[in-house]
């Protein structure tokens, strides 16, 4: 089993700035990606960001020059900087990673999730 537990959410006015982090532990051999996502109140989990292995990253064009994921291999920690927020940036933020258990066993985890809020 592997758990992932967020930390940082919180409350920020629009144009401020927060961190988010997502430490992954247990049952671990390595991870090939690690991400976030959100959800807020009335609609689908999205996408924001997400970063391989190998450092490549990919956005969601709403947040593109506004955030940045970086990952820290050794501690299987992925973060997610936070500038210039909007109030349509609040949300659930959620962690996800995917996890290869064994040579046979690849599993997608998630966080129990952190709520960001931005006030107008």
């Known amino acids: 089993q592997v758990q992932l537990v967020e930390s940082g959410g919180g409350l920020v006015q629009a144009g401020g700035s927060r961190g988010l982090s997502c430490a992954a532990s247990?049952?671990?051999?390595?991870?090939?990606?690690m991400g976030w996502y959100r959800q807020a109140p009335g609609k689908q989990r999205e996408l924001v960001a997400v970063?391989?292995?190998?450092?490549?990253?990919n956005y969601a064009d709403s947040v593109k020059g506004r955030f940045t994921i970086s990952r820290d291999g050794a501690k299987n920690t992925v973060y997610l900087q936070m500038n210039s927020l909007k109030p349509e940036d609040t949300a659930i933020y959620y962690c996800?990673?995917?996890?290869?258990?064994?040579?046979?066993?690849?599993?997608?985890?998630w966080g129990q999730g952190t709520q960001v809020t931005v006030s107008a």
């Open positions: 996800n990673a995917n996890v290869v258990q064994s040579t046979w066993r690849v599993e997608n985890y």
């Open positions: 247990g049952s671990i051999f390595s991870i090939n990606f």
């Open positions: 970063i391989t292995s190998g450092g490549s990253t």
